[in-house]
């Protein structure tokens, strides 16, 4: 089996700012390529993650996988990457997305159909607005014409402008995501406000690592509070049982896929909600995800949205749906 890969440069259309970092105006994805297959790396450094450890991790992969032959069961190939080099959630979901999609296109399936989803309970994603002046997020809420539920990045001095100026503008359902700013009372009283201004879930309101944190606000919020950057993989989900209303599950925290499943059932198992997310990343991350998205509550696939340079072309957005294709594998296709 050979694995190959490349490094993508992503230009982002507005310089992106959240609550926990600086502004960016390019992305380094890494794509990496198993036969007709290609997954997406988009390493974070929050997770620990670059575009150089996901070159590294992916040259070991290729180096345990080099015997294999390339109709080899995706299981049994992770198997040899989990021994031979661990971590590297990105680096790994990009190399299993890859063999997933390389098996779906040998049997001309859609991954959708092998993961049981169904197209049409897709439900809408949303379309992210990053930190900005109220005025900017106004302009870009605007601009989010074609989309029906905004996700808006708070944690500023200015939240409530920011709300007040969109809500000048707007009666879109609105998420927010505060990725980790606030104490637990702030974001108590966060809660409060923003439910008075038609808000509907609130994202990662706390520390990461604050799980008592995050069920005194669950406690007392009027509205729902969804885990990010507390939830990687399968192993976190128990803990957050009880602790908040669902979990955010992307590839390039979970590592893969299979993992990603594993995660929603489990989810289900405790009575969570589920949010599939994404870094900001070219369509072949996005439309591998894409195909476990109907499986799930709220989708928020919108990272290729923010990119004005998208080397690849995936499920095509109607109505603010992902619109699910027959097309084999996960449906992406060189632009
Ligand atoms: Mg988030």
């Given at each position: 089996m050979k694995i190959e890969h490349d490094v993508v440069t992503l230009r982002l259309t507005h310089p992106f700012r959240i609550a926990r970092t600086g502004a960016d105006d390019v992305r380094q994805v890494v794509h990496v390529r198993v036969g007709d297959g290609i997954g997406e790396a988009a390493p974070h450094p929050y997770y620990g993650e670059s575009v150089d450890t996901v070159r590294v991790a992916v040259d070991r992969y290729a180096a345990a996988l080099r015997d294999l032959p390339d109709d080899a069961p995706v299981e049994r190939a992770m198997r040899l990457v989990d021994a031979s080099f661990g971590g590297n959630a990105s680096a790994r979901a990009a190399?299993?997305?890859?063999?997933?999609?390389?098996m779906a296109r040998r049997y001309?399936?859609?991954l959708w159909r092998l993961w049981g989803a169904d197209p049409a309970e897709m439900p809408p994603t949303s379309?992210?607005?990053?930190?900005?002046?109220?005025?900017?997020?106004?302009?870009?809420?605007t601009e989010a014409a074609d989309y029906s539920i905004l996700k808006v990045k708070l944690g500023t001095p200015r939240d409530r402008d920011i709300i007040a100026a969109?809500?000048?503008?707007?009666?879109?359902?609105?998420?927010?995501?505060?990725?980790?700013?606030?104490?637990?009372?702030?974001?108590?009283?966060?809660?409060?406000?923003l439910a008075d201004s038609g808000v509907e879930l609130v994202e990662q309101p706390v520390k990461a690592a604050d799980l008592d944190g995050m069920r005194f606000v669950r406690e007392r919020s009027p509205l729902p509070i969804i885990a990010d950057e507390s939830v990687r993989t399968a192993a976190d989900v128990t803990q957050l049982a009880g602790r908040v209303d669902g979990?955010?599950?992307k590839l390039a925290k979970c590592g893969g896929p299979t993992e990603a499943l594993s995660m929603i059932r489990l989810a289900r198992?405790?009575?969570?909600?589920?949010?599939?997310?994404?870094?900001?990343?070219?369509?072949?991350?996005?439309?591998?995800?894409?195909?476990?998205?109907?499986?799930?509550?709220?989708?928020?696939?919108?990272?290729?949205?923010?990119?004005?340079?998208?080397?690849?072309?995936?499920?095509?957005?109607?109505?603010?749906?992902?619109?699910?294709q027959d097309a084999p594998g996960n449906g992406c296709s060189a632009v």
């Open positions: 190399l299993e997305s890859a063999l997933w999609d390389a001309a399936a859609p379309f992210t607005i990053g930190i900005g002046s109220p005025e900017e997020m106004q302009r870009k809420a969109l809500r000048d503008v707007t009666d879109k359902p609105v998420r927010v995501d505060a990725n980790t700013a606030w104490t637990p009372k702030e974001a108590v009283r966060a809660c409060e406000w979990i955010n599950i198992v405790h009575g969570l909600q589920v949010m599939v997310g994404c870094m900001i990343e070219s369509s072949v991350g996005i439309a591998t995800m894409a195909q476990l998205a109907p499986l799930v509550d709220y989708v928020d696939l919108d990272g290729n949205l923010l990119i004005d340079n998208d080397p690849y072309r995936g499920p095509p957005i109607a109505d603010g749906v992902l619109a699910l």
